[in-house]
T-cell receptor, first 114, second 114 residues
């Protein structure tokens, strides 16, 4: 079945450091890919998405590019802030012809030191 | 406008008891999803409802779990004869339709089975 694998956490960085959180997927067809974020004490929220190969999703300085050849959707940010501390989930969702459930990776906890 | 709400926010129950968890989706959203977030399993899909269609129950872990959605709005997830492995955060999400990429998540119900 479909699955998502993301790098183990926790990841601890200093403020203004460069961030990469790796994510690879296994899926049939052409799923949509997502990054969700869960800030401390808050609900899960969509950070960015890409719906087809070579699309780049971006939001709040974060970016991720849908790479079909490497089945990857790595999350990057050039300069992280303390407020980026959260748990990040890579996820996929199949198209309209099948169930719309989201399949999540295990999550990566990110902590940013001032 | 109001987001997805869930109640209770926390529930502690004894092993063997039944529990009911409630989800109020965003008004007008036709699709509703239940997920479970636990330490050992990450975020996993449980069940989803779309309009008047039969729900997709493929993620329910056992027949002790059931869910219903009344009037196309509020949903209740019921766990019968709770076990300690049922301890988790139960998340509800809704989307405008099955075709809507973004699912909006509630804050979750933390269930602890003692």
């Amino acid at each position: 079945g479909d699955s998502v694998t993301q790098m183990e956490g926790p990841v601890t960085l200093s403020e203004e450091a460069f961030l990469t959180i790796n994510c690879t997927y296994t899926a049939t067809g052409y799923p949509s890919l997502f990054w969700y974020v869960q800030y401390p004490g808050e609900g899960l929220q969509l950070l960015l998405k890409a719906t087809k190969a070579d699309d780049k999703g971006s939001n709040k300085g974060f970016e991720a590019t849908y790479r079909k050849e490497t089945t990857s959707f790595h999350l990057e940010k050039g300069s992280v802030q303390v407020s980026d501390s959260a748990v990040y989930f890579c996820a996929l969702r199949q198209g309209y012809s099948s169930a719309s459930k989201i399949i999540f990776g295990s999550g990566t906890r990110l902590s940013i030191r001032p | 406008g109001a987001g997805v709400s869930q109640s209770p926010s926390n529930k502690v129950t004894e092993k063997g008891k039944d529990v009911e968890l409630r989800c109020d989706p965003i008004s007008g959203h036709t699709a509703l999803y239940w997920y479970r977030q636990s330490l050992g399993q990450g975020l996993e899909f449980l069940i989803y409802f779309q309009g008047n269609s039969a729900p997709d129950k493929s993620g329910l872990p056992s027949d002790r779990f059931s869910a219903e959605r009344t009037g196309g709005s509020v949903s209740t997830l019921t766990i019968q004869r709770t076990q300690q492995e049922d301890s988790a955060v139960y998340l509800c999400a809704s989307s405008l339709s099955e075709r809507d990429y973004e699912q909006y998540f509630g804050p979750g119900t933390r269930l602890t089975v003692t």
